[in-house]
């Protein structure tokens, strides 16, 4: 449907709201932040939509290089799930916050080298 340079341009999108609603949701923990701040709402929504985009344009990058589920996607998966939660566990436990914050980059790595060297 959609060419391989779309989906692929559409999965960075999807993954730079992913990290910058993270990073901000991280800093905002790192301040001392409480649930009732003015831009949690955007932070979720940046979040969430950001992994439903990354998915969604993954899912039709696959499609496009015409690749089946191997073990590279399962642990790219897996790091979107962790994506999915990390947050929530650095706005609960402000006193680790930071090292939430070096996961995500982390994971960030992982899933990045998982899509380049594919070695599973």
Same mark, same amino acid.
């Given at each position: 449907?959609?060419?391989?340079?779309?989906?692929?341009?559409? !999965?960075?999108l999807g993954i730079f709201m992913v990290f910058? #609603?993270?990073?901000?949701?991280?800093? !905002?923990?790192?301040?001392? #932040?409480? %649930?009732? !701040? %003015? #831009?949690?709402?955007?932070?979720?929504?940046? !979040?969430g939509l950001g992994l439903?985009?990354?998915?969604?344009?993954?899912? #039709? &990058?696959?499609a496009r290089i015409g690749t089946g589920v191997q073990g590279w996607?399962?642990?790219? &998966?897996?790091?979107?799930v962790l994506l999915g939660g990390v947050g929530a566990i650095a706005a609960r436990k402000q006193n680790i916050a930071g090292m939430m914050w070096i996961l995500i980059l982390l994971l960030g790595w992982g899933a990045a080298f998982m899509a380049v060297k594919k070695p599973l």
């Open positions: 449907m959609f060419s391989y340079t779309f989906y692929k341009i559409l !999965h960075y910058s #609603g993270l990073g901000a949701q991280c800093l !905002h923990a790192l301040n001392g #932040g409480d %649930k009732n !701040h %003015k #831009g949690r709402k955007w932070l979720g929504i940046m !979040h439903l985009i990354a998915l969604i344009a993954g899912f #039709g &990058l696959l996607v399962m642990v790219k &998966l897996a790091i979107w």
